[in-house]
């Protein structure tokens, strides 16, 4: 978080009034940043953020104190499929609540929330901005005012489609990344979570389908993407369905009922701008490459964010 630093007053009037504007700029950056930020309180349990996320498709939330409107910390789907399954977090389930699933997404979202935040001020830039989330690997970063208060949010999304116009005619092969992590159909989605969680990801390709073990690794048969979780999890169907309370039965559910079976796709010829185009259109952050049905790849709106840095 930036230093504030206060006003020096003096004793010529005009000097001060001219300093406060200075002062109250605001940056860049809060051109293309969401004002009108939806935030929830610590208390709220996970079971009603993943709720409010799926409701405004949103794959973050900042946290913040309902007195002061200071910013407290913020909770993303990673941090939701860490709880379910993937990661540390799951041991709220598993050793605080004895595997007991409906009584643990109950808990409040402070205990899986992330408190260590990088944040930057409203005066920011977006060239600052775009530094800071290639450096750390952040997919968002919250905004602040001179007293610690939430002023914005500004998402990779935002600010790779803000600029994407700046790359030219840079194709998807220049900037995807050709190792993919994927999966197949049978996967059960405790493996899943933990494929995602520990690396990183929003979104893995399910492939198989071909007796060829070589060419079955490429041929494309869905995708399962971190929202697609989130939204099973909201689903009414599964606490009707669920024979117990147990966290190891919804886990046993395979992929195959939850992912998509006709993504998305792009061929590695694509423009940068193109890609900008089918994200806003279709309101994603990344798709499968893909060269005669076989995943060559995969970009991400990361990716542009690294595109648009070199220009």
Do not use: W
């Not at 992929?255 to 423009?271: A, F, L, R």
């Not at 309101?283 to 964010?305: A, F, M, Q, Y």
Request: proline share 4%.
């Amino acid at each position: 978080m930036k230093d504030k630093t206060s006003i020096n007053r003096k004793s010529n009037t005009g000097a001060v009034e001219r300093e406060t504007k200075v002062h109250d700029k605001e940056g860049d950056i809060m051109a293309i940043a969401s004002r009108d930020v939806i935030s929830i309180p610590p208390s709220k349990s996970i079971k009603d953020t993943a709720k409010v996320m799926m409701e405004h498709e949103f794959r973050r939330l900042p946290i913040t104190d309902p007195g002061s409107g200071k910013l407290l910390g913020i909770v993303t789907v990673m941090d939701i499929l860490d709880f379910f399954g993937g990661g540390k977090k799951f041991n709220i389930i598993e050793k605080k609540y004895q595997d007991n699933f409906l009584a643990a997404i109950n808990e409040p979202v402070k205990e899986i929330m992330s408190r260590d935040l990088i944040t930057l001020s409203n005066k920011a830039s977006i060239g600052e901005t775009i530094e800071t989330m290639l450096a750390h690997q952040l997919g968002a970063i919250p905004l602040v005012d001179h007293d610690d208060k939430l002023a914005g949010i500004v998402t990779e999304r935002d600010i790779a489609l803000s600029l994407a116009g700046v790359a030219g005619k840079d194709t998807v092969q220049d900037y995807m990344s050709p190792k993919v992590f994927t999966t197949t159909p049978g996967t059960p989605l405790e493996g899943a979570c933990k494929i995602m969680v520990r690396n990183g990801l929003r979104r893995i390709p399910i492939v198989g389908g071909e007796a060829d073990i070589s060419k079955a690794a490429k041929k494309l048969l869905g995708i399962i993407t971190s929202t697609d979780v989130i939204r099973f999890l909201n689903a009414k169907e599964l606490f009707d369905n669920l024979n117990s309370n147990l966290a190891t039965d919804v886990l046993k559910t395979v992929i195959s009922d939850i992912m998509v079976k006709e993504p998305i796709t792009v061929e590695p010829t694509m423009t940068v701008g193109e890609l900008c185009e089918l994200f806003a259109d279709k309101n994603i952050g990344g798709v499968p490459v893909v060269k005669d049905d076989h995943v060559i790849g995969i970009i991400t709106e990361r990716d542009i964010l690294n595109a648009v840095k070199r220009y």
